[in-house]
């Protein structure tokens, strides 16, 4: 029965939110899961083969105006030391890069209003212009369509804007009534509009979150299609309101990473750090799952302790060149291999 319900998610791409559900709910049952588990991984083969993308994430700022309840960096938390890179700062990040392979460059940040639209253009064409072929990711949060657009006019390519729940009511569980989950949903149809390779995504296991929340997350990416899904399992950071609420699961972030390899077979899909924080194999797990991106740190060591979103996150005392050899290794030793390369998402 559950079986067939993958059968029918590897044809069609789609199930309805009951059916969904229904798969959901066997995440802990072994054979199930290796049955999906093959099913996402031969199609990932067929698409990309055994290679591995990689992008170079350097993080920009840990200033943030808002108050989400799961994250560190939130403007409330007092306790954090603060710090932003200036434009050489982040280019030489990108340079190191450049040298260690990567062709694809994301900056991401809490949302630091020192950072005007006239310093991130120029920073992101000094980007472009240095390094014509390579791609550039934003992850900094909400901003106005005027602003993407003048982002995107300097050179940057992809936008990376997790929705974090599709569910407007579970959304004000996790944010201040400032944000919400109409706004974001927006800021995601704007930058589609403009022409962005777009990433959305949400954490696995937030407080709060119900199978069928995690349905609704999985019918609004169906119906936006991006071509990157970022997820990753929900961590406590023990300076948020969330410090005492309990962490994801890694092996229900496993099967949702398959399900979206099933429903999206070219997407880009990140193993992501916070996988191999709960788990020291979690990001080869996240490869064998159906995954096919890796993130690993381009941020200078003396800042990245600061960029603490969630409690114990791993990389933050290594070189890029030492996460880069360590992933590799990695890699290789499940029978993948990274590769230098932009990593475009393929059309069907
Ligand atoms: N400020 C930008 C934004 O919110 O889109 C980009 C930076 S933000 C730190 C990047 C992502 O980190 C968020 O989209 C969220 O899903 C994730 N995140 C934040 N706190 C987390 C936590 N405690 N556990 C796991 N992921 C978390
Ligand atoms: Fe700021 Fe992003 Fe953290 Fe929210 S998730 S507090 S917007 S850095
Ligand atoms: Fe950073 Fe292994 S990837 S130390």
Same mark, same amino acid.
């Given at each position: 029965?559950?079986?067939? /319900?993958?059968n029918?998610?590897?044809?069609?791409h789609?199930?309805d939110?009951?059916?969904?559900?229904?798969?959901?709910?066997?995440?802990?049952?072994? %054979?199930i899961?290796?049955?999906?588990?093959?099913k996402?991984?031969?199609?990932?083969?067929?698409? +990309?083969?055994?290679?591995? +993308?990689?992008?170079g994430?350097?993080e !920009?700022s840990?200033?943030?105006r808002?108050?989400? +309840?799961y994250?560190? /960096?939130?403007?409330?938390n007092?306790? !954090?030391?603060?710090?932003?890179?200036? $434009?050489?700062?982040?280019?030489?990040?990108c340079? %190191?890069?450049?040298?260690?392979?990567f062709?694809?460059?994301?900056?991401q940040g809490? %949302?630091? $209003?020192?950072?005007?639209e006239?310093?991130?253009?120029?920073?992101v064409?000094s980007?472009?212009?240095?390094?014509?072929?390579?791609?550039i990711t934003?992850s900094?949060?909400?901003m106005?369509?005027?602003?993407?657009?003048?982002?995107?006019?300097a050179?940057?390519?992809? +936008?990376l804007l997790?929705?974090?729940?599709?569910?407007?009511?579970?959304?004000?569980?996790?944010?201040?009534?400032?944000? =919400?989950?109409?706004n974001?949903?927006q800021?995601?149809?704007?930058?589609k509009k403009?022409?962005?390779?777009?990433?959305?995504?949400?954490?696995?296991?937030s407080?709060?979150?119900?199978?069928?929340?995690?349905?609704?997350?999985?019918?609004?990416?169906?119906? /936006?299609?991006p071509?990157m @899904?970022?997820i990753g399992?929900? !961590?406590?950071?023990?300076?948020?309101?969330?410090a005492?609420?309990?962490?994801? =699961?890694v092996?229900?972030?496993?099967?949702?990473l398959?399900?979206?390899r099933l429903?999206?077979p070219?997407?880009l899909?990140p193993s992501?750090?916070a996988?191999?924080?709960?788990?020291?194999q979690?990001r080869e797990k996240?490869?064998?799952?159906?995954?096919?991106?890796v #993130?690993?740190?381009?941020s200078p060591?003396?800042v990245?302790k600061k960029y603490?979103?969630?409690?114990?996150?791993?990389c933050?005392?290594?070189?890029?060149?030492e996460?880069?050899?360590?992933?590799h290794?990695? #890699?290789e =030793?499940i029978g993948?291999r990274? @590769?230098?390369?932009?990593?475009?998402?393929?059309?069907?």
């Amino acid at each position: 029965m559950i079986k067939s /319900l993958i059968n029918t998610l590897e044809q069609r791409h789609i199930l309805d939110k009951s059916e969904f559900i229904e798969l959901i709910k066997n995440f802990e049952n072994q %054979e199930i899961s290796d049955y999906l588990f093959k099913k996402a991984v031969a199609i990932r083969q067929k698409h +990309y083969g055994n290679a591995v +993308y990689t992008r170079g994430l350097v993080e !920009i700022s840990n200033h943030c105006r808002n108050n989400c +309840y799961y994250c560190g /960096l939130r403007a409330e938390n007092k306790k !954090i030391e603060r710090y932003r890179l200036d $434009k050489e700062t982040i280019l030489a990040c990108c340079h %190191e890069g450049y040298q260690l392979g990567f062709r694809t460059f994301v900056l991401q940040g809490g %949302e630091d $209003k020192f950072y005007t639209e006239t310093m991130l253009t120029d920073i992101v064409s000094s980007i472009r212009k240095a390094y014509p072929y390579c791609a550039i990711t934003l992850s900094l949060g909400e901003m106005s369509y005027e602003t993407y657009l003048a982002l995107y006019q300097a050179g940057a390519n992809r +936008y990376l804007l997790r929705h974090e729940t599709a569910n407007a009511a579970h959304y004000a569980l996790l944010h201040p009534a400032q944000l =919400s989950e109409k706004n974001r949903k927006q800021c995601l149809e704007n930058l589609k509009k403009i022409g962005y390779q777009v990433g959305t995504g949400f954490m696995v296991g937030s407080p709060f979150q119900t199978f069928e929340h995690l349905a609704e997350d999985l019918l609004f990416i169906a119906q /936006l299609q991006p071509q990157m @899904v970022g997820i990753g399992p929900f !961590i406590p950071h023990h300076q948020t309101p969330f410090a005492d609420k309990e962490k994801g =699961s890694v092996q229900l972030t496993l099967f949702l990473l398959a399900i979206l390899r099933l429903m999206l077979p070219t997407v880009l899909l990140p193993s992501t750090t916070a996988l191999g924080t709960l788990d020291p194999q979690g990001r080869e797990k996240g490869i064998l799952a159906g995954a096919n991106v890796v #993130m690993p740190n381009l941020s200078p060591v003396a800042v990245r302790k600061k960029y603490e979103i969630y409690d114990n996150k791993i990389c933050t005392g290594e070189e890029a060149a030492e996460c880069k050899f360590c992933l590799h290794r990695r #890699m290789e =030793s499940i029978g993948y291999r990274i @590769v230098v390369d932009r990593g475009d998402a393929k059309t069907k």
